[in-house]
């Protein structure tokens, strides 16, 4: 059964800081991993895919990686604003099977 | 274009009551699924249609919950009679089938039982 962890749970920053949060699986056998962000009450939105065959996607200040051997991922956050700060998830899946989450890293970014 | 939308946004209800939440995905896509998050955990699949027909629903507590989706658009989520445990936010997604596998989510359905 896949389970999907992410540490830290929380983390705060000053602004400016690059940080890492830290998504791990147990199963390596994925289709991709997804990488959501979610402000207090709201949905998720998508930050970045990554299929199994890739190593990386970049978008602006983030770059999240995926090492399917090791079942880790990161997404890297460069030059942390005040608006980051929101709640960080990780999914995985199989191929047509739905996506599995990790609790999330709520991230706070002090200006 | 439009995401998914979802109905209502915040339901308070007593338990044993009945409550619906309604779903409508991104035009062409043919997967759904309907997630329960609970406060301070990540979503958890509650069912996942491809068109109208069911692909899992092993997590789906089948005595009071349940989904449709009859012309393979809008879904349907019920739950009856709720549960305090049932306080959640509940959020639809919805994938293009074959493609990258990229969901996309609504902003959530948060229900409050007393």
């Known amino acids: 059964k896949q389970e999907v962890t992410q540490i830290p749970a929380a983390l705060s920053v000053p602004e400016g800081e690059n940080l890492v949060l830290n998504c791990s699986f147990t199963?390596?056998?994925?289709?991709?991993l997804q990488w959501f962000r979610q402000d207090p009450g709201k949905g998720l939105t998508s930050l970045l895919l990554i299929q199994s065959s890739q190593r990386e996607q970049t978008s602006g200040r983030l770059n999240a990686s995926l090492d399917k051997s090791s079942g880790r991922s990161t997404l890297y956050i460069a030059a942390s604003q005040p608006g980051d700060s929101a709640t960080y998830l990780c999914?995985?899946?199989?191929?047509?099977?739905?996506?599995?989450f990790g609790k999330g890293t709520t991230l706070s970014v002090s200006s | 274009e439009a995401g998914v939308a979802q109905s209502p946004r915040y339901k308070i209800i007593e338990k044993r009551q009945s409550v619906a939440f309604w779903c409508n995905p991104i035009s062409g896509h043919a997967t759904l699924y309907w997630y329960q998050q609970i406060l301070g955990q990540g979503p958890k699949l509650l069912i996942q249609f491809q068109n109208n027909g069911v692909v899992d629903d092993s997590q789906l507590p089948k005595d009071r919950f349940s989904a449709e989706r009859l012309k393979g658009v809008d879904s349907t989520l019920k739950i009856q009679p709720a549960k305090l445990e049932d306080s959640a936010v509940y959020l639809c997604?919805?994938?293009?089938?074959?493609?990258?596998?990229?969901?996309?989510f609504g902003e959530g359905s948060r229900l409050t039982v007393l």
């Open positions: 997604a919805s994938s293009f089938a074959g493609g990258t596998g990229e969901l996309f």
């Open positions: 999914a995985v899946t199989r191929a047509g099977t739905a996506l599995i």
């Open positions: 199963d390596s056998a994925i289709y991709n």
